[in-house]
């Protein structure tokens, strides 16, 4: 089993190569939102666990988002491996995960640093537009509408959320980007950090990553 830690800024891109790894590999991505939800919603019992702790506005303990994630990682689709987006988070997040994992017999074999400097991530998010009726995403440099303003998909305004305001998003990375390079620390020491260039287009960071992990494309022609 192969599994791989997905890191990255917010707007580094995880969102758009998680699933380009996924369909390379043949390996599911487990995202921590996406477990959480999908836990609560089949009403298991560590769901109804998470359930009850995220309705009494607490947040869900790091024991628990790990036997969240092995548990996960127990199903048959995730026995050829999984790449983890959104876990772990934090330094002492990653060394739980791995005890459980080596409680398991089982490792963490790669972990993936998308690397963008701050201030292209914030300009990334400075021009980031929302469409107002189906939340579909562009963004003024690097994904702009066929007619300003206008979603392409179903016609609806592109608003400019005031979340993505350049001082909101630059107070929002810089509380992130400290635990971020913890993690990043924490894998580094541990030999098995690959840091790819996040600016490259994507097909070039997904051939990066998937290089890292070992997978390189059958040649064509």
């Not at 548990?71 to 739980?96: H, M, N, S, V």
């Not at 998909?153 to 810089?174: C, N, Q, Y």
Request: glycine share 12%; proline share 5%.
């Amino acid at each position: 089993m192969t599994v791989a830690i997905l890191l990255g800024a917010p707007g580094a891109g995880k969102g758009t190569q998680a699933p380009l790894l996924s369909a390379s590999l043949g390996v599911p991505v487990l995202a921590s939102g996406d477990l959480l939800r999908s836990e609560v919603a089949a009403g298991s019992e560590i769901g109804r666990e998470v359930d009850a702790i995220m309705q009494s506005g607490e947040l869900v303990p790091d024991e628990v988002m790990v036997r969240l994630f092995l548990a996960r990682l127990g199903r048959d689709d995730a026995l050829g491996g999984a790449i983890l987006d959104g876990f772990p988070r934090t330094r002492p997040q990653a060394e739980a995960l791995d005890a459980a994992l080596a409680a398991s017999g089982r490792h963490v074999d790669k972990a993936l640093l998308i690397e963008v400097p701050i201030e292209d991530l914030i300009g990334r998010f400075a021009g980031r537009r929302i469409c107002k009726a189906g939340g579909h995403v562009y963004n003024d440099w690097f994904k702009p509408p066929k007619v300003w303003g206008i979603c392409d998909v179903d016609g609806s305004e592109l608003i400019h959320r005031a979340d993505d305001a350049e001082a909101t998003v630059r107070a929002r990375m810089e509380q992130q980007l400290g635990p971020l390079r913890d993690v990043a620390d924490y894998y580094r020491e541990q030999g098995i950090l690959v840091a790819v260039n996040g600016l490259q287009p994507i097909e070039d960071v997904a051939r990066d990553l998937l290089a890292a992990l070992g997978w390189h494309a059958a040649p064509t022609g």
